[in-house]
């Protein structure tokens, strides 16, 4: 083909991506309501969680049937698969975004991780297999950090994604005990139906309302975009940990405090349900009264814990709270204690965006930006696929089954007291939640020899 004139040389090794922009009256169409803001990406990430929390309850209840055999070990193969797809198709997914723009894959992500929620009453098999398959598209997060960055400053960014983050938080507190309460009094279908257009109306919102955050002069050559598979590879950041000490003791703790995490989120509900008995009412509060202290503890104590303790202590404070919530957790063998964990879990959660500031305060000031923060991800990435797998198959050597638990009946009565004692189970009731907390001691002690 005929090169365009002015244009360079496609290199060696580089694809070219071809996209043309439709232009009427010499400017380009514009699409979306108003100017592209923080508020359209926060939008956007409460409709598609509020979707998915709805389900929560539906969920574990199709899990169990579905796979009434190791079904912990089922639902970490399926949620590692899922994240081991996110964590493989994440830079690709963001390179392509600097050329066609961040709204088209906006709209990819978010249709194809709400894809399977229709098919959880259809078909529960093609259902958990669509799970699976989603997470080659299911990284919003990662292009909605995208938009963001592309509307605010540098020192606007660091307080959007906090919103951000803490509307994803914000959309669990609620769905879950509203999805309970549908299921309980209108069945299962009802649920799936108004998850199902929730997930529709995010995607008309992005289609009709979402406007373009990178401007066309921004982006790769309009005709013509070399992206190098170097952009492509989810290995390419993790090569580069060891070039700074500093840096590969933050990716370090990142990696064995983020891999319990990981496989605690894709499982905890599942066994607080049918393991530690709670009832669907009873869960649904659980989650919503965590998420609270959640956004509290991301919000107020962060701040406050920052300015006072540092970004250093603030991340060995948030690392003792995930030992200690994570070793009650495998210890504990009453629901009360799962709530008083829990309220140790929320403030655990100022960990990550402490280990944020830290990298933006302990790197090279040409590192601060996307080479750190892209090893940070693609570990996050990775421990996303391990975790769950990891937690599921600890389940399963230590004969954790839900097969022998009787069914929850009476499921908005909130009764402090389980059904059975889990310590007919033995000593250690999780013995994943326990061996996380040995990965994140070793993450302390690991954190204690960063820079200050």
């Known amino acids: 083909c005929e090169e365009m004139p002015g244009e360079q040389p496609v290199a060696p090794g580089r694809v070219v991506l071809v996209k043309r922009f439709v232009m009427r009256d010499g400017a380009a169409l514009q699409q979306g309501i108003g100017r592209p803001s923080v508020y359209h990406a926060v939008v956007v990430i409460f409709l598609e969680f509020f979707a998915w929390g709805l389900l929560t309850t539906p969920m574990l209840t199709v899990l169990h049937e579905t796979f009434p055999q190791h079904t912990f070990l089922m639902n970490g193969l399926i949620q590692g698969v899922k994240g081991l797809l996110s964590f493989m198709s994440a830079p690709l997914i963001g390179a392509l975004s600097d050329v066609w723009g961040r709204r088209s894959f906006l709209l990819v992500t978010v249709f194809f991780t709400c894809a399977p929620i229709p098919l959880m009453r259809l ?44 509307t994803f938080a914000a959309s669990l507190v609620t769905s879950p005990a509203i999805g309970a309460y549908l299921s309980a009094w209108y069945g299962d279908n009802l649920v799936v139906l108004l998850a199902t257009l929730i997930a529709l109306a995010d995607i008309c919102f992005i289609l009709l309302a979402v406007p373009e955050s990178l401007p066309d002069k921004m982006r790769l050559n309009t005709w013509g975009a070399p992206i190098s598979w170097e952009q492509a590879d989810p290995f390419a950041s993790l090569r580069k940990v060891g070039q700074d000490s500093t840096v590969l003791l933050i990716c370090i703790t990142v990696f064995l405090s983020y891999l319990p995490e990981a496989g605690q989120y894709s499982s905890f509900f599942l066994y607080l349900r049918q393991v530690i008995n709670f009832s669907s009412t009873t869960l649904a509060i ?65 960990t990550f965006p402490a280990v944020s500031a830290l990298v933006s305060q302990s790197a090279d000031p040409d590192k601060q930006g996307g080479v750190v923060q892209g090893m940070i991800t693609g570990i996050r990435g990775l421990c996303n696929g391990l975790g769950p797998a990891l937690y599921g198959f600890v389940f399963f050597l230590f004969n954790v089954e839900l097969n022998a638990v009787d069914p929850i009946q009476g499921d908005f009565n909130i009764d402090p007291l389980p059904l059975h004692s889990v310590r007919q189970r033995g000593l250690i009731p999780g013995p994943p939640f326990l061996l996380g907390a040995c990965t994140v001691v070793v993450a302390f002690l690991v954190a204690v020899f960063i820079p200050e």
């Open 286 to 350: 659980f989650i919503g009264v965590v998420g609270i202290l959640s956004i509290v503890a991301q919000t107020l104590l962060l701040t406050l814990l920052m300015r006072t303790l540092g970004n250093k202590n603030t991340v060995l404070l948030g690392l003792g709270f995930q030992i200690l919530q994570l070793a009650w957790y495998g210890f504990g063998s009453e629901p009360w204690m799962m709530w008083a964990a829990g309220a140790v879990a929320a403030m655990s959660s100022i």
């Open 123 to 166: 078909s529960p098999w093609w259902y958990f297999a669509m799970i699976s398959m989603s997470g080659a598209f299911s990284v919003t997060f990662s292009v909605i950090f995208a938009y963001v960055a592309d509307v605010t400053d540098e020192r606007e960014r660091s307080t959007a994604y906090g919103l951000v983050s803490a």
